[in-house]
């Protein structure tokens, strides 16, 4: 008894030692991550609408997005925004830039852990380019009558991206439209 006392006393101490020496580690590393995701958001940014700067716009707590306007003129020159939603693996989460008029300038996936060779693929400049130019009414997969050709062997992953950004357009397209009104009518 007194032996199995003894080991339970040390699996106790090497498991406490262990769990602080990982706290230690990920107190460190966790603001350097979060910086490094925070450069890559805005790099992603400046590629899906150039020459802007970003104003960011708090929707919900589950939704934001940012007004891009020219550097010179201050004129808006389009919207981007994260989009995310369940693929066959896990959430897939899709940046975006849409004009003013609410068409895709672009794409760029920029969370996934879908299935390496099928899903996986959803990051490639073949599959994100067919998105630029498109509308809310285009962004549906060609399996189910739309206008996105389908990763293959990955259609879970198409389907979850294209409405993804579907939603996030309606729902960008609704916030902005009613702060238009809103200062349409503080105007009068």
Known sequence: ????????????????????????????????IEALKQEEAIKSREELIPDSIFEEVEVSPDFSYFIARNKDTEEIQGYTFIASQRGYSDNVKTMAGVDPDFKLTGIKVVEQSETPGLGANCTGP???????????????????????????????????????????????????????????????
């Open 1 to 32: 008894m007194k032996l199995y006392l003894k080991l339970g006393f040390i699996l106790l101490v090497v498991t406490v030692i262990a769990t602080g020496i990982l706290a230690y580690v990920n107190s460190i590393t966790a603001p350097q």
């Open 126 to 188: 073949d599959f994100t380019k067919q998105f630029q130019g498109k509308t809310m009414e285009d962004l549906m997969a060609d399996k189910d009558g739309g206008k996105i050709k389908s990763l293959s062997g990955a259609t879970i992953t198409t389907r979850a991206i294209a409405s993804s950004l579907k939603q996030a357009i309606q729902t960008l397209q609704q916030h902005v439209q009613q702060q238009a009104q809103t200062i349409q009518e503080d105007a009068q």
